[in-house]
């Protein structure tokens, strides 16, 4: 249906009311490297963009934080302290085309440029989740060996995986929102 941000925030604001210390002390420790997290999440994008550039891919790169909830629940999922923590930022790139190839290309320029993590790589293009879900997932070693997750997809792939089926109606039809 689209409404994944819906359950995020609803995670989120369930979190901060029903552990009220265990929420301020995670908000408490990111605000602490907003900063530097901002500085390094443009970094990435331009050391991408760049790249993707030499191979003349078109497309934008996002980067964004980890919703609270979610970096908790890895937390005490897999026993890990915050510092423990080094994904907190996920990285997603949108084509221009809607050719799925290109994904796959993308994804090569991706794994020349870092080492893939093993067993961290899914492929929702060639094997949709259940609600027609599609994009690359990947984990690769970043620049200071940190551990980056990546998603690439196509812009009909983005329009379904943020607004689910009525705009992927829209987007085939051409129409604007």
């Known amino acids: 249906l689209g409404i994944n941000w819906m359950k995020t925030e ?3 604001l369930s ?21 530097s997290r901002l500085r390094y999440t ?18 934008i790169v996002e980067g964004r934080a980890k919703h609270l909830y979610g970096i908790y629940k ?3 999922e897999q026993h890990l302290d915050f510092d423990e923590v080094y994904d907190l930022m996920a990285f997603r790139i949108i084509l221009d085309s809607d050719v799925e190839k290109s994904c796959y290309e993308t994804l090569s320029v991706v794994h020349a440029l870092w ?11 060639a094997m949709p989740k259940a609600n027609n879900y599609q994009s690359l997932h990947t984990t690769v070693i970043g620049p200071y060996g940190e551990r980056l997750e990546i998603q690439i997809r196509t812009k009909a792939m983005h329009e379904w995986a943020e607004k689910g089926i009525a705009a992927h109606w829209r987007y085939k039809e051409g129409r604007a929102y």
Request: no cysteine; aromatic share 8%; glycine share 4%.
């Open 42 to 59: 443009e970094e990435i994008k331009k050391i991408i963009s760049d790249e993707l550039n030499k191979f003349n891919i078109k497309g």
């Open 10 to 12: 609803l995670e989120d």
């Open 74 to 76: 890895k937390m005490h």
């Open 15 to 35: 979190f901060q009311h029903l552990q009220p210390e265990a929420y301020n002390a995670l908000t408490a420790r990111i605000a602490q490297s907003k900063e």
């Open 115 to 125: 080492k893939p993590v093993p067993g961290r790589f899914k492929d929702y293009i």
